[in-house]
């Protein structure tokens, strides 16, 4: 077990290794070979060459490619004080992991990103609870009522949210329950220490948003599970035992049809850690998504890169989290 | 035992005189292409301390019985009629909620396939101590020593500490011994076997059904086997249905059923039959065709299409439908051939080359 995990994390490191090899290639190296140097970006209208090829000094631009993504790198794993400011000569530090100094916010990306990701995890949690709890709800339900009311009408819910595009709902929400209803002042993120109240009010359509969308899918997918393992041949047994149905549906039927749900489910949140994109930017919630989404017109590189680390980051950590659990509830699958 | 059992009429009402009465069971599934009749009027008496042996193709109703009689087919699905009877007690009327109590208890059942129907994700003695503790109000620590003790019994090497194995930690005959165990746990009156020994191999095969006699004699449980193959009913059973198409086309006592039985259908299983024990003569004889849709029967006996005597009755075969008519004391048969000439025909032609 131990070993097994020891294992995988190498993987990982292998895996977010390889990640930042291509981004950093993608970012730093090819536009400089193709002449749009990033030093452009930092430099004011009309630079002089001179200006450019001293800014590209301080960013290290003009050493080799290797030493430079070995800087890179190195300052991730422990550091490292950049040479420039942006404009001239002069140090800052940059204490690991470092990703740099955003173009835009001179500031480190990881301190940005630190400070955006509260808000993209109270994003994450809440829909994940929402859609967890109602998917996995409606699917039960509706397998064990298959062909009754309770299925038709959860039939009705699945095709709706999985047809309907999460940016017209999220908008007609924003519509309906801000600007019509008035029930919630227009959005404005608060922290929850700050208060819970607001915190939740800024949140509740986001949550709505992905958790009712995702929910569908869910639904789904433990809908056909269940189907499939009340016809097993062990549930058979487990009612030819006389266990009371509640017993076979709770610790026989359940236990293995929801297995698989784990997977996935825990990729979706991974996933959702690096960024809800489209709905931080609906509902003007600042997070990781939303980050990203200003900084690639702004050509702000190193927060692009950073995130792009750090969402690789959650994918991969999610993975093993989710193999070692699945190891946990079925014992067939050995760790080796 | 004389009363044909085809026609309603002559079904026995009453109070049951065996511990198990099936009555005229009939078990159809309304599909889109039709009803598909699976169990057509079936009868049988099982008593404690005997064997039944159910033989029959796939699809000929066998599964289908043994589940009716615990109740586990889905009424939305299933339509059930005729009457069980279990130790005097009817249970086709009965809700699913009310044969809760007799399933695994009074009466419990070992499945074909042990790997597919032990849980995967829980121990066998988690499994065995639910499916005693269900029907028994002890502590876990006694349904465990219970557990260790039934897979003891079934011969399962090392008992108290396999207990907490998983069902993939098991190869396929000590499975079925965790099945048997599991199924005997509450000292059930009827076990029903359903193809107890198809998954496994020969040698397991003998010890398998070896350990359900020894346990039918400690217990005196009545046993209902189902099964394809014949060798096993000679082996364990006392008294044989062979079912064709959701009926039984002949019953008896084994020795009825292999030294003079009367239906072509059974000449056909014993034909099919490997022998080991005499001079092989040639290939098997397999009955030609498919077993018959069981929407669309085919007019007349069910078996006409596949039976190659048929010419020798004339056109009863192919329009009437015929009824299972006593022959002896315990012997029923259904069929066209008169009883003589059908037993000329076993005696004359068929015997010889088995």
Request: a neutral charge; hydrophobic letters at 45%.
């Amino acid at each position: 077990m131990v070993r097994y995990i020891i294992r995988r994390l190498l993987g990982a490191i292998a895996v977010l290794f390889i990640v930042s090899l291509v981004t950093f290639g993608l970012f730093m190296v090819v536009p400089v070979m193709t002449g749009a140097s990033p030093a452009y970006l930092y430099a004011g209208k009309n630079p002089t060459p001179e200006l450019i090829a001293n800014i590209e000094h301080g960013l290290g631009l003009d050493k080799p490619i290797p030493e430079q993504f070995y800087m890179y790198m190195k300052g991730i794993v422990a550091g490292r004080t950049d040479l420039t400011d942006g404009t001239a000569d002069g140090s800052r530090p940059c204490p690991a992991p470092c990703f740099g100094y955003s173009f835009r916010y001179q500031s480190p990306v990881w301190d940005i990103i630190k400070d955006r990701f509260p808000v993209t995890l109270s994003i994450t949690v809440g829909a994940a609870i929402i859609w967890l709890s109602v998917g996995i709800g409606v699917g039960v339900v509706s397998a064990l009522r298959r062909g009754g009311f309770a299925d038709r009408a959860s039939m009705v819910f699945i095709l709706l949210f999985l047809s309907l595009p999460s940016y017209l709902f999220a908008i007609l929400l924003l519509y309906v329950f801000v600007y019509g209803l008035k029930w919630l002042p227009p959005t404005n993120y608060v922290p929850l220490t700050e208060s819970p109240y607001k915190w939740f009010q800024a949140l509740i359509l986001a949550w709505i948003t992905i958790g009712f969308g995702s929910a569908a899918l869910y639904a789904r997918l433990t809908r056909a599970n269940m189907l499939e393992t009340m016809s097993e041949d062990y549930i058979r047994t487990a009612v030819a035992k006389g266990l009371p149905r509640k017993t076979v549906v709770r610790k026989h039927a359940m236990r293995a049809a929801l297995t698989p749900i784990l997977t996935i489910a825990g990729l979706d949140i991974a996933f959702l850690l690096g960024g809800a994109i489209f709905v931080e930017k609906v509902f003007s919630l600042p997070g990781l998504g939303l980050l990203f989404v200003e900084a690639i017109p702004k050509q702000d590189l190193p927060v692009i890169m950073g995130l792009t680390i750090v969402s690789s980051l959650f994918i991969v950590v999610a993975n093993i989290i989710v193999d070692v659990l699945y190891s946990a509830v079925d014992p067939r699958v050995r760790l080796s | 035992m004389t009363q044909t059992i085809d026609a309603s009429a002559s079904v026995p009402s009453g109070p049951p005189t065996s511990f198990l009465e099936v009555r005229d069971l009939r078990v159809a599934f309304p599909t889109d292409d039709g009803l598909v009749k699976s169990v057509d009027g079936l009868s049988f008496k099982v008593e404690r301390g005997k064997t039944m042996g159910i033989v029959g193709e796939s699809g000929s109703g066998k599964s289908v019985t043994s589940q009716a009689i615990l109740g586990l087919h889905n009424s939305t699905r299933a339509q059930v009629s005729g009457q069980i009877w279990l130790d005097g007690e009817e249970l086709v009327g009965k809700s699913s909620e009310e044969i809760r109590p007799l399933r695994g208890n009074k009466m419990a059942m070992i499945f074909q396939d042990p790997l597919s129907s032990l849980h995967p994700f829980y121990t066998i003695g988690d499994q065995i101590v639910e499916a005693y503790r269900v029907h028994n109000k002890v502590s876990k620590d006694v349904a465990k020593k219970r557990a260790v003790e039934m897979l003891d019994r079934v011969g399962i090497p090392n008992a108290g500490k396999r207990v907490d194995d998983y069902p993939h930690q098991f190869s396929g005959g000590m499975r079925q011994r965790v099945m048997i165990a599991m199924a005997l746990v509450c000292d059930p009156q009827l076990l029903i076997a359903d193809e107890p020994t198809t998954a496994l191999d020969v040698t397991v095969q003998a010890q398998i059904l070896d350990l359900m006699r020894d346990l039918q004699k400690e217990f005196n449980s009545a046993i209902i086997l189902i099964t394809h193959d014949l060798g096993v009913v000679a082996e364990i059973a006392d008294d044989v249905t062979v079912m064709y198409g959701g009926r039984a086309v002949e019953q008896g006592s084994v020795r009825d059923l292999f030294y003079s039985p009367q239906m072509p259908y059974t000449w056909g299983l014993l034909a099919s039959m490997p022998r080991l024990d005499r001079d092989r003569k040639g290939r098997l004889d397999p009955i030609p065709g498919n077993p018959p849709s069981l929407i669309n029967l085919p007019n007349g006996c069910v078996f006409s299409p596949r039976c190659v005597y048929r010419d020798r009755v004339g056109a009863a075969c192919v329009t009437d439908r015929p009824d299972l008519t006593p022959v002896s004391d315990t012997h029923r048969v259904r069929c066209h051939i008169p009883a003589e000439q059908s037993q000329r025909i076993w005696l004359d032609e068929l015997k010889p080359n088995l």
